[in-house]
């Protein structure tokens, strides 16, 4: 008989939780600290010890022997260090184990070594990391112990943000503060803030260990570099929420009970399009905990695989071919006292506040389209974004035949006298329900779909972190909430001001709603016509952070300074550049020791046999064709290879960095493709027990 398990019981069993502190923490300083998580503020250093210590018991209780302050750099991942909560020993040679509240709210991580794009030199070696309040502290355990992690905040000591939390946070500041506004137009006069929420899609691939540990791109780039396509990819659809194989299902359920665990929500599971490929999804938070969750969910995902024998990939296109991997960010705003902003009701032509919200998002959208765009970048995206497969580079709103007919009699009349609703699905069957229908069917090629009550932003990869799309979408909808309240607190008749603004706003800004396909090259002709941007690199992306309409933005509501948005542009170029050159010399260390040796060998026996079969004196023509064939595509490997360790040592002597970024993808990207053609046709031809790397269908069938 099968243990049970009580998700209940065990679920953020590893999790300082609000109801954790509550059993723990004297009255007066619980109720300072629910002060401070839900209206801002300082804890006092009297109330920080007090947690400091009740959350060291808790830790210490369940193992714990160090703490870290747990951050997340500009590296795109988290940081930590651990620090013992021994002290010196008392006059009796016994240890005390300790915590304060100064070590609670502030460390002081070496700074120098994270990314910081010349906000800091190397000598300049202190950074501060600073306590979150508001998202809770967990632990983790594994060969190291358990630890106690504190989320933290990670800044210069000149006081830039070196991280993707303290932008986010002050993002979020920012769209409460203005949505706030908003509400306060409508007579709401409860609510204290509006909280942005996210529920991001995590997609990987999972492929067997020992096989993985014989690929170097895998180990390096995490994604192969060579490789020609198996007999069979995706083209069956057979995989796409297909039956869970045995092994996966063990992997997944572990998975889910460490979440669980650390509170993280885990809710659907399910097998992806793409052979070897697999969903997890949470249910929505508040998007600074929503960060830090996805952190911890792909943090988790590699440690558990290794459990299992296997590894897994969160690289966006680890297999060329068949479908790659991206992260579905589900956004919406709401109330405090329980409104979602971004739910349009039974009859949305009639909701004022919800058509209001939504054409400041459809205005903010189409001025920072280059920003979000932006926002989703990074090198493994470009492989993805518009490859048919994923949203396309270019920016649009699918809202959906509800919604697109009342944005059209808005803009046409300037009123909305009703809206489709979605009927009854009849089914046919008379032992089956008639189903209610939604008023609009959904939209799997935008980039930035409505999707019922929120906005599921499609493009982010599946290996980034969600901070900055989500900093960015607070961003851009704050300014366009803020305008519209300048504009409307000062209006003599709120009501013809609001729904001549909304007018406006739908107007003007139209050209961003698009509820077509955007897979097809009409709508690339469309969108050139509209004068939407088409940016298809995560280089020609960086170059939208630091134009004169985005550090207005940031610098308006304080989430970035042009010093802050300058480093972030450097920092993503040197990224690019760092990447590509190590995939390049991933290819040239694998293609000069192992692929071009074995397929060298592989000659040696062709010719062998070509001279055994004619002394025999029978035709050797079909193995004479073959070490042709081969010989010449061997050739054109070698030739390809010098060209590209020829542009790889160029790149190195660029300079600029923005100007070795272009280059990188420009001159050694392109001498990447031209030597992994020659070498994925001959791993179809050379025999595979020569082949000295496991092969696509190795990886992806044999799971």
């Not at 991997?325 to 349009?344: E, F, I, R």
């Not at 949305?348 to 979000?372: G, S, T, Y």
């Not at 070698?638 to 280059?663: D, R, V």
Request: negative net charge; glycine residues 6%; charged residues 25%.
């Amino acid at each position: 008989m099968c243990d049970v398990l009580n998700v209940e019981e065990i679920f953020a069993s590893k999790v300082f939780t609000v109801a954790k502190m509550r059993e723990r923490l004297p009255k007066n300083v619980y109720k300072e600290v629910k002060k401070v998580m839900e209206q801002g503020g300082e804890l006092s250093l009297a109330a920080a010890d007090v947690v400091a210590k009740a959350m060291k018991d808790w830790a210490v209780e369940n193992g714990a022997t160090h703490y870290t302050h747990w951050f997340q750099p500009l590296t795109g991942i988290t940081a930590e260090k651990h620090d013992a909560f021994v002290t010196h020993p008392d006059s009796d040679g016994k240890m005390i184990m300790e915590f304060s509240g100064k070590e609670l709210i502030k460390g002081e991580p070496d700074a120098s070594s994270f990314p910081s794009g010349g906000l800091r030199a190397t000598f300049e070696a202190r950074g501060y990391t600073a306590w979150d309040i508001t998202s809770p502290a967990f632990l983790k355990e594994d060969a190291t112990g358990v630890i106690l992690c504190i989320p933290t905040a990670f800044c210069s000591y000149k006081g830039e943000a070196l991280d993707k939390k303290t932008p986010l946070l002050r993002s979020m500041e920012a769209v409460s503060q203005q949505a706030l506004r908003i509400v306060r137009l409508f007579g709401n006069t409860e609510a204290k803030k509006v909280v942005a929420s996210v529920g991001p899609e995590q997609e990987y691939f999972l492929v067997d260990r020992e096989k993985y540990l014989k690929r170097e791109d895998l180990i390096f780039a995490g994604r192969t570099l060579f490789g020609a396509p198996a007999p069979k990819g995706q083209e069956l659809e057979d995989h796409y929420f297909g039956t869970i194989r045995e092994r996966i299902g063990a992997y997944m359920k572990d998975l889910n009970i460490e979440l669980w665990k650390l509170g993280v929500t885990a809710k659907t599971q399910h097998n992806e399009v793409a052979p070897a490929q697999h969903e997890l999804a949470p249910i929505y938070e508040t998007a600074n905990i929503a960060v830090d969750h996805n952190q911890l969910v792909m943090e988790t995902m590699k440690k558990v695989a290794g459990r299992h024998g296997l590894t897994c990939l969160l690289h966006e296109k680890p297999f060329a071919g068949v479908n790659g991997s991206g992260k579905h960010n589900n956004w919406s705003l709401g109330t405090d006292n329980g409104v979602n902003l971004l739910d349009p009701g039974d009859t949305p032509n009639e909701n004022v506040q919800f058509l209001l919200v939504l054409a400041c998002i459809i205005k903010a959208v189409d001025i920072h389209a280059d920003l979000l765009r932006q926002s989703a970048s990074d090198v493994g995206n470009d492989h993805r974004l518009g490859a048919n497969e994923a949203p396309p580079a270019i920016i649009s709103i699918f809202l959906g035949e509800q919604l697109e007919d009342v944005v059209k009699q808005l803009i046409e009349t300037g009123m909305a006298d009703h809206s489709i609703h979605g009927g009854k699905l009849l089914t046919g069957v008379s032992t089956l329900p008639d189903l209610e229908k939604d008023a609009t069917d959904r939209n799997r090629t935008s980039p930035f779909a409505f999707t019922g009550n929120k906005f599921e932003f499609r493009m982010v990869g599946s290996a980034d972190s969600i901070g900055s799309p989500n900093t960015t979408l607070n961003a851009i909808v704050a300014e366009a909430f803020c305008e519209a309240a300048d504009v409307l607190e000062k209006a003599e008749d709120f009501d013809v001001a609001v729904h001549d603004l909304i007018k406006k706003y739908l107007t003007e800004h139209q050209r961003i709603i698009f509820n077509g396909n955007g897979y097809s090259d009409e709508w690339v002709e469309e969108a050139a016509r509209r004068g939407l941007p088409n940016i298809k690199s995560m280089v020609e992306a960086s170059t939208t952070l630091t134009t004169e309409k985005s550090i207005k933005l940031f610098e308006k509501f304080g989430i970035f300074t042009k010093a802050e948005l300058e480093s972030r542009e450097e920092i993503l170029y040197e990224n690019y550049s760092k990447t590509i050159n190590i995939e390049a010399l991933t290819m040239i260390d694998m293609a000069k020791k192992q692929i071009l040796p074995a397929v060298i060998k592989y000659t040696k026996f062709l010719a062998d046999t070509v001279v055994t079969v004619k002394s025999a004196g029978a035709d050797a023509s079909v193995q004479s064709e073959e070490l042709a064939a081969v010989s010449a595509k061997l050739a054109e490997a070698k030739k390809a290879l010098a060209a590209l360790e020829e542009k790889t040592a160029k790149a190195g002597e660029i300079a600029s960095e923005k100007e070795k970024a272009f280059f990188f993808k420009d001159e050694v990207f392109a001498a990447m493709a031209a030597l992994r053609t020659p070498v994925d046709e001959l791993e179809m031809i050379v025999d595979k027990t020569v082949w000295p790397i496991p092969t696509y269908g190795d990886l992806i069938f044999e799971v």
